[in-house]
Every structure is written in structure tokens, then in C-alpha cells.
């Protein structure tokens, strides 16, 4: 590095005072002796040539920066919607940004000055990402475990292989548990069940009150009944609160096809396992709820929650991926709602479609998002009472 320096130092007076052609040549000889992009090495040379003589140890002048475009205040409507839309990455801020805008205009929740709204809807995600670095804080918090095998009907209950899952038609969804148990996995506690359509990411959270079976077919039984299209399928993991006889026969009677993960393989599940931290994880947290009144605040909070994430969350789907060397390259459409996703894949008629969008006309983001919080801290104050009480 310092040959190049020198070489550099020694060649920047002369290509300062050379013609057009006499530069070209010099810079051929630069990059053949340094390796540099042709590019670089004029730019090196110029910034040299530029420092004054007593100084040719110091940085030179940084260039005049430009005016910002994006002032103070559109920053604050920024913050505003970044907090609304549950901190989502720049991504995806972007794809739902207008709808967003829209429902809250809508709604009487917001009211901008056309200029803010215009440089907010022509916003990158870059630019997104890059004002909002300051105000993102991340977590990195585990949590445990709570599944045990079933034996039961294992031989009756196929493997499903990604060979065997249609991707593009909804109604087969993923199925899993999280368990609210807190530092302790002793005794009763509270569950949240969690489907998720493969097709369109559209995603059913469901408090019930331990992993008895019954209460897992009764919430399965009452998603199916509130989902927008048919269920079809379901896969679930190997616990026994999945692998039983009373799930084994309400899919039977309903002609839904039951399938399972191989032991021991997380990533068969990816598509409900992402969804456990997401959707579940970042609302309720890992603290143990185990009382019947934290039961009805998890179900209130789950009401407010599926409506925010199906029709105001957008999600990106992996649509390749490719193998250079021991690098991944991996390739992801447009993110786009879950609900957005259901009208899309025409599996709706016209009358379905059309209550559909009535519906997601009636719903306020802002009103959900305070909903949300208002069950939040319910949730946390239940039990923080609980533990002063204990």
C-alpha cells in the first residue's frame, strides 16, 4: 500500500499538467503497476494532485455535502409509521406504505401535508433503513422447548416431503405450539397454537389453555371455520398434542390430508416456526402465563393481532435460491399482505372477494396497533401481579 501511495504522489504533479492524451497513457501505466480499476486510480490521482503541498500527509477536503431532502419532520411521519407497522424493515415499509397512508387518511388517524406524503411514498428502503438505524434496537431472547413425541399413529400419519407440498394453492397450513412457561416447564401453563398457510403466509394465533388435545381440536376446528378459504391440509411436528386420535379423526371426518415433519428437523416446519417468533414471541414474550385470566387477555390480544398481521404486514417469499461455491444466493418476490396474497390466488368467487375487501376497508391500523398495546400491557401487568402476589 505504501508503494502504491508513492507511486501515486510522484505521478499526481505530472498528471495534473499532461494532455488528454499523455493522461491516458499514464493511467495505463498506474493500473499495471498497482492493480487498480482505472476508475480508482483517476480518482487517486486527482484527489493527490488536489492537496496543497503542505499537506500531502492529511486527508483532503470531503465534498460539499448536498442539501437533505428529507427534513426533520418527515422523519418524525416516518418514526410514526415505522412504530404503526410494528418496526418493520425497510422492505417492507415500502410495499405497504401507501395502503398504510390510505387507511389512516381513511380512518381520521392521519393528515399530511401533500409534500410529506409525496417524499415519504418516495422513500427507498435503503434511505428507510438508513434514517431509522439510530432508533432500531434489537433483542436476541430464547426460550424453551415444550414438545414431546407421539408414538401414537406415527404409522398411520405420512412424512411430508417438499417434493409433496403444493406451495401455490392455499389451505395447507403448518401447525405448531409455543409454550408460555416461563424459567420453569412444570405443571399447567398456557399455550398459543399457530397455523400458517404455506400459499400465502396468512397466519391463525390461538391462546388455549394447556396442550390437551381436546383444546388443540377445538381451535383448529374454530380456525377452520374463520379462515377466508378452505383448509385442505395440515402438517404439524411429531408432539403427541398433534400425533393422536382425536386429530387423526377430526381430519378424517372432514377430509383434510394430515401430515407430518421427519423427527428432529425443525426446517420441515420453517413456514409456522418463523411465525412463533414474529407473531407470537414479539407480542406475549417469554414470561409464564398459567391463570385463566391471562388465558382471556392472550385471546383478546390474538383477536387484535391476526387482523394487524394478515391484512397489514407484508411478507417477502423465497422464490430462488442458488448454489456459488459455499455461497447462497437467495431470491425474494415482492413483499406483499397475506390478504393481498388470498385475492390474488383466485381461489375466492366474486361474492367471498368482494366481503372480503369490505372488510379490510373497515379495519383502522392505528386503532389495532392500540389495541394491541392496551392487551400488552394488561397481559404484563396480570402478571407482574401475579408474581408480587407469589
Known amino acids: 500500500m505504501a508503494e502504491r501511495k508513492a507511486v501515486t504522489r510522484q505521478m499526481a504533479s505530472r498528471y495534473a499538467k499532461a494532455s488528454k492524451q ?8 498506474l493500473c499495471a ?16 494532485a488536489a492537496r496543497p503541498a503542505g499537506r500531502r500527509g492529511e486527508r483532503p477536503p470531503g465534498r460539499r455535502a448536498r442539501p437533505p431532502v428529507y427534513d426533520e419532520a418527515v422523519i418524525d411521519d416516518l418514526r ?24 389512516l387518511e381513511r380512518h381520521g388517524e392521519l393528515c399530511l401535508a401533500p409534500e410529506a406524503k409525496a417524499k415519504l411514498l418516495s422513500m427507498s428502503a435503503a434511505t428507510i433503513d438508513r434514517r431509522l438505524a439510530g432508533d432500531r434496537q434489537r433483542f436476541n431472547i430464547r426460550g424453551r422447548s415444550g414438545t414431546k413425541p407421539g408414538s401414537l399413529l406415527k404409522g398411520q400419519i405420512p412424512i411430508r416431503t417438499f417434493s409433496d ?9 403448518q401447525a405448531d405450539l409455543v409454550a408460555h412457561c416461563g424459567q420453569s416447564a412444570a405443571g399447567d401453563f398456557c399455550q398459543t397454537l399457530t397455523l400458517t398457510d404455506v400459499a400465502t403466509g396468512w397466519t391463525e394465533p390461538r391462546a388455549i389453555k394447556n396442550k390437551a388435545r381436546i383444546w388443540v381440536v377445538q381451535s383448529i376446528d374454530d380456525i377452520r371455520l374463520g379462515l377466508p378459504f378452505g383448509l385442505l391440509g395440515i402438517d404439524s411436528d411429531n408432539g403427541s398434542e398433534f400425533i393422536n386420535d382425536h386429530l387423526f379423526a377430526y381430519c378424517a371426518d372432514h377430509q383434510i390430508t394430515f401430515t407430518r415433519g421427519r423427527p428432529y428437523r425443525k426446517n420441515d416446519s420453517c413456514h409456522v416456526e418463523q411465525k412463533n417468533w414474529t407473531v407470537v414471541r414479539q407480542a406475549v414474550g417469554y414470561a409464564r402465563y398459567d391463570t385463566d385470566i391471562e388465558l382471556d387477555a392472550l385471546a383478546e390480544l390474538y383477536g387484535h393481532l391476526r387482523l394487524f398481521t394478515n391484512f397489514f404486514c ?27 396474497r388470498v385475492l390474488d390466488a383466485g381461489v375466492l368467487n366474486k361474492t367471498q372477494a368482494r366481503q372480503l375487501t369490505a372488510y379490510y376497508h373497515t379495519l383502522n391500523p392505528a386503532q389495532l396497533r392500540r389495541d394491541i398495546s392496551r392487551c400488552q400491557r394488561r397481559l404484563r401487568d396480570l402478571n407482574h401481579m401475579k408474581t408480587q402476589t407469589a
Open 80 to 103: 410514526t409509521l415505522w412504530v404503526l407497522m410494528d418496526f418493520a424493515c425497510g422492505k417492507r415499509l415500502v410495499a405497504i406504505m401507501g395502503e398504510v397512508l390510505e387507511a
Open 22 to 29: 499523455q493522461k491516458g497513457v499514464m493511467l495505463d501505466e
Open 33 to 48: 503497476l498497482t492493480g487498480w480499476h482505472r476508475d480508482y486510480a483517476r480518482r487517486a490521482l486527482r484527489v493527490v
Open 165 to 173: 407440498w403444493d406451495d401455490t394453492r392455499p389451505g395447507f397450513v
Open 314 to 340: 407484508p411478507q417477502a417469499k423465497l422464490i430462488g435460491k442458488t448454489r456459488n461455491g459455499a455461497k447462497i444466493v437467495r431470491r425474494y418476490d415482492k413483499p406483499v399482505t397475506p390478504y393481498q
